[in-house]
């Protein structure tokens, strides 16, 4: 059974560009949550999909949004990049079944690093 | 607001000695509390979590934690450190929010193993 998987897993960007990174979730679960992780910090929460619809976000700018597709899988989009949005971005998927939610909660991929200059 | 505090930005610890990881929460009455390991360069693996019942709970590579509600904490132990133990840990805790939850990370805590 497939976890999550993002790609690409390296990516390097200039300052000004958009940028769009991708997860596919894994088999089963039915929510994404997008995450950033600056070097040396915990992950920051950015948002979340259910439903292909943004449910929560964190304190992000609107430069960044996503976008959930009906397969569950789910693209984060940068826009105008900073040097500062240099970062490992996460994907961890979830399912809304509370019983299973309970036994496994997230499941994570291995990142996108994003490097911006 | 509901969060997770890591007080040890860095430890360091001999290897075969043992370990404890501090974390503090602020949440409800029913906190919802993980522990994350993350080597270099990688995802975050879930080391174990505690939703309710027995305090003392059980996880994976030996990892044990103790909730401890008159004291706000969960903290991480293990009984003797290997090498490939060294990484950075994470305490978290769930939240609701519109009625959708999600998890919120303490900042860390690095773990430096010595032979």
């Known amino acids: 059974d497939a976890g999550v998987t993002q790609s690409p897993t390296h990516l390097i960007k200039t300052r000004g560009q958009q940028v769009t990174l991708r997860c596919s979730p894994k088999?089963?679960?039915?929510?994404v949550s997008w995450y950033q992780q600056a070097l040396g910090q915990g992950p920051q929460f950015i948002f979340q999909?259910?439903?292909?619809?943004?449910?929560q976000r964190g304190n992000f700018p609107d430069r960044f949004s996503g976008h959930q597709f009906p397969n569950y899988s789910s693209e984060l989009n940068v826009n105008a990049l900073l040097l500062g949005d240099s970062a490992l971005y996460l994907c961890?998927?979830?399912?809304?079944?509370?019983?299973?939610?309970?036994?496994?909660?997230?499941?994570f991929g291995s990142g996108t690093r994003l490097t911006v200059v | 607001a509901q969060s997770v505090t890591q007080p040890d930005i860095h430890i360091t610890v001999s290897e075969g000695a043992s370990l404890e990881l501090r974390c503090n929460y602020s949440?409800?009455?029913?906190?919802?509390l993980f522990w994350y390991v993350q080597s270099p360069g990688q995802g975050l693996q879930l080391l174990l979590k505690?939703?309710?019942?027995?305090?003392l709970v059980q996880g994976i590579k030996g990892f044990e934690a103790e909730f401890k509600r008159s004291q706000s904490s969960f903290n991480l132990r293990k009984p003797s450190v290997h090498w490939s133990d060294a990484a950075e840990y994470f305490c978290?805790?769930?939240?609701?929010?519109?009625?959708?939850?999600?998890?919120?990370f303490g900042t860390g805590t690095k773990l430096q193993v010595i032979p």
């Open positions: 978290a805790g769930r939240s609701y929010s519109g009625g959708y939850q999600k998890v919120t």
């Open positions: 999909y259910y439903e292909e619809e943004e449910r």
């Open positions: 505690y939703f309710s019942g027995d305090t």
């Open positions: 961890a998927s979830s399912t809304t079944v509370a019983i299973e939610w309970a036994r496994y909660g997230y499941t």
């Open positions: 088999s089963g679960h039915d929510t």
């Open positions: 949440y409800g009455a029913t906190p919802y």
